[in-house]
Antibody, heavy 118, light 108 residues
Framework: EVQLVQSGAEVKKPGESLEISCKGS????????IGWVRQKPGKGLEWMGL????????RYSPSFQGQVTISADKSIITAYLQWSSLKASDTAMYYC???????????WGQGTLVTVSS | DIQMTQSPSTLSASVGDRVTITCRAS??????LAWYQQKPGKAPKLLIY???TLQSGVPSRFSGSGSETEFTLTISSLQPDDFATYYC??????????FGQGTKVEIK
Protein backbone atom coordinates (compact mmCIF):
# COMPACT_ATOMS: atom_id res chain seq x y z
CA GLU A 1 0.00 0.00 0.00
CA VAL A 2 1.38 3.39 -1.02
CA GLN A 3 1.65 5.78 1.90
CA LEU A 4 3.01 9.28 2.34
CA VAL A 5 3.41 10.06 6.04
CA GLN A 6 4.26 13.62 6.98
CA SER A 7 5.83 15.10 10.08
CA GLY A 8 3.72 16.82 12.70
CA ALA A 9 2.41 20.35 13.07
CA GLU A 10 4.88 23.16 13.68
CA VAL A 11 4.60 26.55 15.38
CA LYS A 12 7.42 28.93 14.56
CA LYS A 13 8.34 32.59 14.82
CA PRO A 14 9.07 34.84 11.83
CA GLY A 15 12.68 34.56 10.75
CA GLU A 16 13.13 31.01 12.05
CA SER A 17 14.11 28.10 9.84
CA LEU A 18 12.07 24.94 9.38
CA GLU A 19 12.20 21.57 7.66
CA ILE A 20 9.17 19.31 7.33
CA SER A 21 9.32 15.77 6.06
CA CYS A 22 7.38 13.17 4.11
CA LYS A 23 8.18 9.47 4.20
CA GLY A 24 7.08 7.47 1.19
CA SER A 25 6.50 3.74 1.46
CA UNK A 26 4.87 0.92 -0.47
CA UNK A 27 6.41 1.90 -3.81
CA UNK A 28 9.76 2.52 -5.49
CA UNK A 29 10.59 5.90 -3.91
CA UNK A 30 13.33 6.82 -6.37
CA UNK A 31 11.22 6.28 -9.49
CA UNK A 32 8.38 8.73 -8.88
CA UNK A 33 8.38 12.52 -8.64
CA ILE A 34 7.52 13.67 -5.11
CA GLY A 35 6.70 17.18 -4.05
CA TRP A 36 4.65 19.70 -2.17
CA VAL A 37 1.34 21.58 -2.42
CA ARG A 38 0.42 24.53 -0.22
CA GLN A 39 -3.06 25.42 1.02
CA LYS A 40 -3.52 28.61 2.98
CA PRO A 41 -6.42 28.73 5.47
CA GLY A 42 -9.72 28.78 3.60
CA LYS A 43 -7.99 29.00 0.21
CA GLY A 44 -7.20 26.79 -2.77
CA LEU A 45 -4.32 24.52 -3.71
CA GLU A 46 -0.95 25.83 -4.94
CA TRP A 47 1.72 23.62 -6.45
CA MET A 48 5.13 24.44 -4.98
CA GLY A 49 7.59 22.04 -6.55
CA LEU A 50 8.61 18.45 -7.26
CA UNK A 51 11.78 16.38 -7.10
CA UNK A 52 12.78 13.14 -8.84
CA UNK A 53 14.72 11.30 -6.14
CA UNK A 54 16.66 9.08 -8.56
CA UNK A 55 18.69 12.01 -9.91
CA UNK A 56 17.60 14.93 -7.68
CA UNK A 57 16.10 16.79 -10.66
CA UNK A 58 13.94 19.48 -9.04
CA ARG A 59 11.25 21.72 -10.52
CA TYR A 60 9.85 24.74 -8.68
CA SER A 61 6.80 26.84 -9.30
CA PRO A 62 7.95 30.37 -10.20
CA SER A 63 5.95 31.54 -7.18
CA PHE A 64 8.09 29.48 -4.82
CA GLN A 65 11.50 29.47 -6.55
CA GLY A 66 14.05 30.83 -4.09
CA GLN A 67 11.56 30.79 -1.22
CA VAL A 68 11.82 27.12 -0.28
CA THR A 69 14.10 24.15 -0.89
CA ILE A 70 12.93 20.66 -1.77
CA SER A 71 15.23 17.74 -1.12
CA ALA A 72 15.12 13.99 -0.56
CA ASP A 73 17.13 11.29 1.16
CA LYS A 74 16.79 8.07 -0.82
CA SER A 75 18.35 5.99 1.94
CA ILE A 76 15.42 6.70 4.25
CA ILE A 77 12.80 7.24 1.52
CA THR A 78 11.99 10.71 2.79
CA ALA A 79 11.37 14.03 1.07
CA TYR A 80 11.80 17.41 2.73
CA LEU A 81 10.53 20.97 2.40
CA GLN A 82 12.77 23.59 3.94
CA TRP A 83 12.55 27.29 4.74
CA SER A 84 15.56 29.35 5.83
CA SER A 85 13.57 32.30 7.12
CA LEU A 86 9.85 31.91 7.72
CA LYS A 87 7.28 34.68 7.26
CA ALA A 88 3.80 34.98 8.70
CA SER A 89 2.51 34.50 5.14
CA ASP A 90 3.96 30.96 5.16
CA THR A 91 1.21 29.91 7.58
CA ALA A 92 -0.58 27.11 5.75
CA MET A 93 -1.21 23.42 5.44
CA TYR A 94 1.47 21.70 3.35
CA TYR A 95 0.71 18.46 1.54
CA CYS A 96 3.27 16.00 0.23
CA UNK A 97 2.26 14.49 -3.13
CA UNK A 98 3.44 11.71 -5.43
CA UNK A 99 3.14 12.34 -9.14
CA UNK A 100 1.67 9.53 -11.19
CA UNK A 101 2.56 8.71 -14.77
CA UNK A 102 0.64 11.56 -16.36
CA UNK A 103 1.34 14.66 -14.29
CA UNK A 104 -1.44 14.08 -11.81
CA UNK A 105 -0.96 13.63 -8.06
CA UNK A 106 -2.16 10.14 -7.23
CA UNK A 107 -1.18 9.97 -3.57
CA TRP A 108 -1.24 12.69 -0.92
CA GLY A 109 0.16 12.87 2.57
CA GLN A 110 -2.07 13.78 5.49
CA GLY A 111 -0.76 17.35 5.60
CA THR A 112 1.52 19.31 7.92
CA LEU A 113 0.16 22.52 9.43
CA VAL A 114 2.77 25.24 9.73
CA THR A 115 1.89 28.28 11.85
CA VAL A 116 4.21 31.28 11.82
CA SER A 117 3.40 33.88 14.44
CA SER A 118 5.28 36.23 16.70
CA ASP B 1 1.57 30.74 -18.17
CA ILE B 2 -1.69 28.86 -18.54
CA GLN B 3 -4.47 29.86 -16.14
CA MET B 4 -7.22 27.48 -15.11
CA THR B 5 -10.60 29.00 -14.23
CA GLN B 6 -13.35 26.96 -12.63
CA SER B 7 -17.05 27.75 -12.63
CA PRO B 8 -19.10 28.11 -10.66
CA SER B 9 -17.18 28.94 -7.48
CA THR B 10 -20.04 27.59 -5.39
CA LEU B 11 -22.84 25.28 -6.41
CA SER B 12 -25.94 24.45 -4.36
CA ALA B 13 -27.54 21.13 -5.22
CA SER B 14 -29.71 18.37 -3.79
CA VAL B 15 -29.08 14.67 -3.41
CA GLY B 16 -29.86 12.99 -6.71
CA ASP B 17 -29.09 16.06 -8.84
CA ARG B 18 -26.84 15.93 -11.88
CA VAL B 19 -23.96 18.32 -11.27
CA THR B 20 -21.48 19.75 -13.76
CA ILE B 21 -18.35 21.74 -12.94
CA THR B 22 -16.41 23.48 -15.70
CA CYS B 23 -12.69 24.18 -15.92
CA ARG B 24 -11.49 26.53 -18.63
CA ALA B 25 -7.88 26.92 -19.71
CA SER B 26 -6.50 30.27 -20.91
CA UNK B 27 -5.14 28.49 -23.99
CA UNK B 28 -5.55 25.13 -25.65
CA UNK B 29 -4.01 22.33 -23.61
CA UNK B 30 -3.42 18.62 -24.18
CA UNK B 31 -5.43 16.17 -22.14
CA UNK B 32 -3.25 16.46 -19.05
CA LEU B 33 -6.22 17.47 -16.90
CA ALA B 34 -7.07 15.99 -13.51
CA TRP B 35 -9.85 16.48 -10.97
CA TYR B 36 -9.60 16.22 -7.18
CA GLN B 37 -12.13 16.15 -4.35
CA GLN B 38 -11.36 17.70 -0.99
CA LYS B 39 -13.47 17.40 2.13
CA PRO B 40 -13.00 19.74 5.12
CA GLY B 41 -9.91 18.90 7.14
CA LYS B 42 -8.78 16.22 4.71
CA ALA B 43 -6.18 15.91 1.99
CA PRO B 44 -7.43 16.12 -1.59
CA LYS B 45 -8.22 12.87 -3.37
CA LEU B 46 -7.62 12.14 -7.06
CA LEU B 47 -10.88 11.42 -8.90
CA ILE B 48 -10.05 11.63 -12.61
CA TYR B 49 -6.86 11.97 -14.66
CA UNK B 50 -6.05 12.46 -18.34
CA UNK B 51 -9.39 14.27 -18.69
CA UNK B 52 -11.64 11.21 -18.44
CA THR B 53 -9.88 8.26 -16.76
CA LEU B 54 -11.46 7.32 -13.45
CA GLN B 55 -8.98 6.67 -10.64
CA SER B 56 -9.28 3.19 -9.13
CA GLY B 57 -11.98 2.99 -6.48
CA VAL B 58 -13.81 6.15 -7.56
CA PRO B 59 -17.57 5.63 -8.06
CA SER B 60 -18.78 5.54 -11.66
CA ARG B 61 -21.18 8.44 -11.06
CA PHE B 62 -18.12 10.67 -11.56
CA SER B 63 -17.04 11.35 -15.11
CA GLY B 64 -14.79 13.78 -16.93
CA SER B 65 -14.75 15.11 -20.46
CA GLY B 66 -13.52 17.96 -22.59
CA SER B 67 -10.75 19.11 -24.87
CA GLU B 68 -8.65 22.12 -25.85
CA THR B 69 -9.82 24.87 -23.47
CA GLU B 70 -12.98 23.51 -21.83
CA PHE B 71 -13.22 20.53 -19.49
CA THR B 72 -16.02 19.28 -17.26
CA LEU B 73 -16.49 17.11 -14.22
CA THR B 74 -19.95 15.58 -13.98
CA ILE B 75 -21.57 13.82 -11.04
CA SER B 76 -24.51 11.95 -12.50
CA SER B 77 -26.51 11.62 -9.26
CA LEU B 78 -25.19 13.60 -6.30
CA GLN B 79 -24.79 11.58 -3.12
CA PRO B 80 -24.42 12.85 0.48
CA ASP B 81 -20.73 11.88 0.43
CA ASP B 82 -20.11 14.14 -2.59
CA PHE B 83 -20.57 17.48 -0.81
CA ALA B 84 -17.02 18.80 -0.98
CA THR B 85 -14.74 21.16 -2.88
CA TYR B 86 -13.51 20.11 -6.31
CA TYR B 87 -10.33 21.26 -8.06
CA CYS B 88 -9.11 20.84 -11.60
CA UNK B 89 -5.38 20.64 -12.28
CA UNK B 90 -3.33 20.94 -15.45
CA UNK B 91 0.20 19.74 -16.10
CA UNK B 92 2.09 21.52 -18.84
CA UNK B 93 5.02 20.24 -20.86
CA UNK B 94 7.31 22.92 -19.37
CA UNK B 95 6.89 21.41 -15.93
CA UNK B 96 4.26 23.67 -14.45
CA UNK B 97 1.35 22.30 -12.48
CA UNK B 98 -1.64 24.65 -12.15
CA PHE B 99 -4.80 24.22 -10.07
CA GLY B 100 -8.14 25.86 -10.64
CA GLN B 101 -9.47 27.95 -7.78
CA GLY B 102 -11.97 25.31 -6.66
CA THR B 103 -15.73 24.73 -6.72
CA LYS B 104 -17.58 24.12 -3.50
CA VAL B 105 -20.61 21.84 -3.80
CA GLU B 106 -23.07 22.66 -1.03
CA ILE B 107 -26.34 21.16 0.11
CA LYS B 108 -29.33 23.05 -1.27
Amino acid sequence: EVQLVQSGAEVKKPGESLEISCKGSGYSFTNYWIGWVRQKPGKGLEWMGLMYPADSDTRYSPSFQGQVTISADKSIITAYLQWSSLKASDTAMYYCVRQGAGGYFDYWGQGTLVTVSS
Amino acid sequence: DIQMTQSPSTLSASVGDRVTITCRASQSIPSWLAWYQQKPGKAPKLLIYKTSTLQSGVPSRFSGSGSETEFTLTISSLQPDDFATYYCQHYSSNSLWTFGQGTKVEIK
